[in-house]
């Protein structure tokens, strides 16, 4: 019953995140139908719409939706102060070597080396 939940979900979460992909696949799918129907310029066969103009609405519309959904994922805006130093004309000027004293790194372990490999008693 869980995994069946979780999928039935995954699947919804799925849905939505293809939401533009499921139009283009549906109007591939039944293009005759929606240009019977749907298509606006069905009087201007020179045109070659063959339903585009409903196909256009229909993401235009999801579109819309999805910016005006709260928590979209749209253009997010961060305004932050960031202080920026201030130099004087002195300290504009940086020598051309500066000699950094980095600490003696001490080991934090020993070893002592075996010329020879263990090899573990055989049982028997």
């Not at 799925?14 to 939401?19: H, I, K, N």
């Not at 201007?44 to 993401?59: I, N, V």
């Not at 959904?69 to 004087?88: E, I, Q, R």
């Not at 001490?106 to 008693?121: D, E, L, Q, R």
């Amino acid at each position: 019953m869980h995994k069946l939940l979780a999928i039935f979900l995954t699947g919804l979460i799925l849905l939505q995140s293809f939401s533009r992909e499921v139009l283009v696949l549906d109007y591939a799918l039944h293009k005759e139908r929606i240009t019977q129907l749907f298509c606006v310029n069905k009087d201007k066969p020179q045109m070659r719409c063959h339903g585009q103009c409903h196909l256009r609405k229909q993401l235009a519309k999801t579109t819309d939706q999805e910016s005006k959904a709260p928590g979209s994922t749209g253009k997010v805006k961060y305004d932050a102060v960031l202080p920026l130093p201030c130099f004087a004309a002195e300290s504009a000027v940086l020598p051309l070597a500066v000699r950094i004293a980095w600490p003696r790194l001490v080991a934090a372990y020993s070893y002592t080396w075996s010329g020879s490999i263990f090899h573990p008693p055989l049982l028997g």
